[in-house]
T-cell receptor, first 113, second 112 residues
Framework: DAGVTQSPTHLIKTRGQQVTLRCSPK?????VSWYQQALGQGPQFIFQ???????QRGNFPDRFSGHQFPNYSSELNVNALLLGDSALYLC????????????FGDGTRLSIL | GENVEQHPSTLSVQEGDSAVIKCTYS??????FPWYKQELGKRPQLIID?????GEKKDQRIAVTLNKTAKHFSLHITETQPEDSAVYFC???????????FGAGTTVTVRA
């Protein structure tokens, strides 16, 4: 039973570029959330997808966008990259029912030069 | 939104001693209370959770206690071991809210 998988594991980009990160949820999970974790801080919620729609969004600019596919996998897109976007991007999945635990992937380490 | 505070921010304990981390939250609608452990460079891992219909839950050396009236819950680690060294996050979760609001984390160091 595969857990949450993310790709790529590491990525280096320059300012102004665009990036796409990918996430496959744990088997049986239908809801995917994305988090940004800067060094030494707790994860910050970006947004969550269920039934291919964005259901809730944190305090992130429109440069951050996402998508969920019919197989529940998801993408996170970030445009016009800034130095401050350097972070670990975590994907978490869960079953939609209330109070179900979220399970995290290993994350994508994004470095902006 | 949920305002979450963790105390202490750092905790150093001697191997074999106990460690306690407290998490205070603001949203009285919260009814799911997980604790995550994150080792350096790794993913947050769910180590224990509790729902609002119980006050305490134990799993071997780890326990979580909940006080809904005071809006706080605590992580207890007994007989600490070096592998317990990590950053621990609480993330209370209100019904109808789809996001986890993480505390700032507590860095636990277990001295051998």
């Amino acid at each position: 039973d595969a857990g949450v998988t993310q790709s790529p594991t590491h990525l280096i980009k320059t300012r102004g570029q665009q990036v796409t990160l990918r996430c496959s949820p744990k088997s049986g999970h239908d809801t995917v959330s994305w988090y940004q974790q800067a060094l030494g801080q707790g994860p910050q919620f970006i947004f969550q997808y269920y039934e291919e729609e964005e259901r809730q969004r944190g305090n992130f600019p429109d440069r951050f966008s996402g998508h969920q596919f019919p197989n529940y996998s998801s993408e996170l897109n970030v445009n016009a990259l800034l130095l401050g976007d350097s972070a670990l991007y975590l994907c978490a999945s869960r079953k939609r029912q209330h109070n179900q635990p979220q399970h995290f992937g290993d994350g994508t380490r994004l470095s902006i030069l | 939104g949920e305002n979450v505070e963790q105390h202490p921010s750092t905790l150093s304990v001697q191997e074999g001693d106990s460690a306690v981390i407290k998490c205070t939250y603001s949203d009285s609608a919260s009814n799911y209370f997980p604790w995550y452990k994150q080792e350096l460079g790794k993913r947050p891992q769910l180590i224990i959770d509790i729902r609002s219909n119980v006050g305490e839950k134990k799993d071997q050396r780890i326990a979580v206690t909940l006080n809904k009236t005071a809006k706080h819950f605590s992580l207890h680690i007994t007989e600490t071991q070096p592998e317990d060294s990590a950053v621990y996050f609480c993330a209370p979760y209100p019904t109808g809210d789809y996001k986890l609001s993480f505390g700032a984390g507590t860095t636990v160091t277990v001295r051998a």
